[in-house]
């Protein structure tokens, strides 16, 4: 269900309240619902970078995929929404946050597909914190594309088995074997500057995509 109202009161460094018109209450009655989830809209519209990188992902994956152009409008148009619970939208005049979610939606797309893309997805991405864990879940490297490697930003240490070591909140890179290699030759800071990007803490999930430890055994 999706509903729009106003905010009635904000309360500073705090929070808000606000008031969403719903005429079906009953339903939330009887479903018991209690929690909601609010979006806020700051009133910027799309801007033309935001557009030229949607159509260019759109694009990759027409000729990828052999869909017409504007089939892949309408169909990956209609599978985010029904993904994501939005409002129907239009692309000439959508909010800034919808526009960079749809875009994060269809770079996922690629990364999950193996979709050749003509430019850098890392270049693409309004969120590079994000696209870099998606490459991770979908172990590819976050600069080429390609297969990758787990490159460990956070130091490992001489001669110690990285079999037994926790990963769990290690800050790891995916990188494609030849940029793996740099990275060591490079070090942290020059590799990172060089092509815009960090480490990523590995969380519970990630670890189970590796295969690396993530807790202590008895």
């Not at 269900?1 to 904000?10: L, P, Q, R, Y």
């Not at 169909?75 to 939005?86: D, H, V």
């Not at 990963?167 to 494609?176: A, D, T």
Request: hydrophobic share 35%; aromatic share 12%.
């Amino acid at each position: 269900m999706n509903a729009t109202g106003h905010i009635s009161e904000v309360i500073p460094n705090e929070g808000f309240y606000a008031f969403v018109p719903f005429s079906d209450t009953y339903l939330i009655e009887k479903r018991q619902i209690y929690d909601v989830g609010v979006r806020i809209d700051d009133g910027r519209r799309i801007t033309n970078q935001q557009r030229k990188k949607i159509y260019a992902t759109m694009r990759d994956i027409s000729e990828y995929t052999g869909y017409e152009p504007e089939q892949v409008k309408a169909i990956w148009k209609y599978n985010f929404i029904a993904l994501t619970g939005c409002d129907y939208f239009s692309l000439s005049d959508v909010d800034v946050t919808t526009a960079n979610d749809y875009l994060e939606y269809l770079i996922e797309f690629c990364l999950e597909h193996d979709i050749p893309t003509e430019g850098s997805l890392a270049e693409r991405s309004p969120d590079i914190a994000r696209y870099i864990y998606w490459c991770l879940v979908h172990k590819k490297c976050c600069i080429t594309q390609k297969k990758a490697q787990l490159h460990h930003v956070d130091a490992v240490g001489m001669g110690r088995d990285r079999k037994d070591i926790i990963h769990h909140g290690m800050r790891v890179l995916p990188l494609q074997w030849k940029l793996h290699r740099e990275a060591h030759d490079m070090g942290k800071s020059s590799f990172e500057e060089k092509y815009h990007v960090f480490g990523i803490k590995l969380d519970a999930d990630l670890c189970d995509i590796w295969n690396v430890k993530k807790e202590r055994t008895a």
